[in-house]
């Protein structure tokens, strides 16, 4: 495979990756009777970026969650992954259970007030990672 076939699938898979993710909060906040701002969906992936490196680079932080959103990253930017990303919707839907299942770790680790005080986008795009992390906390 050339160089510019594995760019170009590391891009499909991560384009894919947070189409996923804007999915699962679009239903999730529809669940939850709310009006959703598609907008906001749309910038959360790179607002989720950012926050797990700051998270990652926060000595505050406890070392194993730490080493948790560092083992995240590494996963994300490895072309294996537990469901092969060829299977349709399947193949991309483990890396947003994963990415779902270190945010709430790293939550109870870390506290929510953590994701707070990091998180570098919008009251909503908070409000809908809080939720996909299993906090039920209303941002203002």
């Known amino acids: 495979m050339s160089t510019w076939g594995i760019v170009a699938a590391v891009v499909g898979g991560l384009v894919l990756l947070w189409l996923g993710l804007v999915v699962v909060l679009w239903l999730a906040a529809r669940r939850d009777s709310r009006d959703v701002d598609l907008r906001d969906l749309v910038r959360l992936v790179p607002d989720l970026v950012r926050l797990v490196h700051r998270l990652a680079r ?13 083992a995240l990253l590494v996963y994300l930017a490895l072309p294996i992954d537990l469901v092969p990303d060829v299977i349709p919707v399947v193949g991309y839907a483990d890396d947003v259970v994963i990415v779902a299942l270190v945010l709430r770790s790293v939550v109870r ?15 909503a795009g908070l409000a809908a990672v809080l939720r996909l992390a299993g906090v039920r906390r209303e941002v203002a």
């Not at 926060?58 to 560092?70: C, E, F, N, T």
């Not at 680790?109 to 009251?123: K, M, R, T, V």
């Open 58 to 70: 926060d000595p505050a932080l406890p070392r194993g969650v730490r080493i948790r959103l560092g």
């Open 109 to 123: 680790h870390a506290g929510a007030d953590a994701i707070e005080q990091h998180w570098p986008g919008s009251d």
